[in-house]
């Protein structure tokens, strides 16, 4: 007879522990329902802002490249005084920066919409790395920077996304550009790997970088208020790599300059 109260308390307890316990779950299944409706609302918002990014895209960009167009048809006329051939390249330069701003901010929202799929073919390398380095020449030439390429004897045809790789050269290669002087030289070495593997070294004399770190870093990149585009865009070109299953790694010369290695795979995918 004695036991009975004891007894009788623990199942108190046990009784009031299952109550706890169905409270806990039952907020824990509101919790999730909740959780799982501010889902569906940021996938939509998402969806939306890629739809507006995407028409905002084709509706500005059809502008501006009539505008960069006819300011280099304009450029090319010998008969321009100097203030309006000064007038020209402003109208240039403003159009190409508001094109890379448009053009990054695009990519910024596909990748975080997701990654996309790689669109592999066998394509040849030195024909894009030409291609790439003529896009830059007009920038590079007007710092009077040169870009010397060096390509080994069996870096010929590769496997990759031709479109994703062109853009990643770029980037960086105007990076490098950006972070010149007048005057200097980029050095650009290109070779197969094991694997087979693709490897690209960009090589600059401007200024060393202290704290690498905070290259890739987009809280860090703006400073004073003012965001460097190809900063910015090396971010973009970093992410667009990390998708092609590659890495950039940044080393300090020893004198002075950086030397930027891309390296991603070059062949189609094992099975």
Not at 43 to 55: K, P
Not at 106 to 123: A, K, N, T
Not at 178 to 194: M, P, Q, T, Y
Request: with cysteine.
């Amino acid at each position: 007879m004695a036991d009975r109260p004891r007894t009788n308390k623990k199942s108190a307890v046990a009784h009031v522990d299952d109550e706890r316990v169905a409270h806990l779950i039952e907020q824990l299944q509101l919790r999730t329902v909740e959780l799982e409706e501010a889902n569906r609302e940021l996938r939509h918002v998402s969806h939306y802002r890629s739809l507006f990014l995407a028409r905002m895209s084709h509706e500005l960009r059809t502008p501006l490249t009539s505008i960069l167009g006819f300011a280099e048809i304009m450029l090319d006329q010998e008969k321009l005084t100097e203030p309006q051939q000064r007038f020209c390249q402003k109208i240039q330069n403003s159009g190409m920066q508001l094109l890379t701003s448009l053009n990054q901010l695009v990519d910024l929202s596909r990748l975080e919409v997701g990654p996309g799929e790689l669109f592999l073919q066998e394509f040849s390398f030195p024909e894009v790395l030409r291609e790439t380095c003529a896009a830059v020449g007009r920038q590079a030439q007007k710092r009077d920077v040169k870009i010397e390429c060096s390509l080994a004897p069996e870096l010929t045809n590769i496997v990759s996304d031709r479109g994703r790789l062109r853009q990643v050269l770029y980037t960086f290669l105007a990076w490098a550009v950006s972070r010149s002087r007048d005057g200097e030289h980029i050095k650009v070495e290109a070779a197969l790997r094991a694997g087979p593997s693709l490897q690209v070294k960009i090589e600059d004399q401007g200024e060393s970088i202290r704290n690498m770190s905070r290259v890739f870093d987009p809280e860090e990149t703006p400073r004073a208020g003012k965001t460097d585009l190809n900063e910015l865009g090396i971010i973009i070109g970093r992410r667009l790599l990390e998708v092609m299953k590659g890495s950039v790694t940044l080393e300090n010369c020893n004198a002075s300059g950086l030397r930027t290695v891309l390296e991603l795979p070059a062949g189609a995918p094992k099975a």
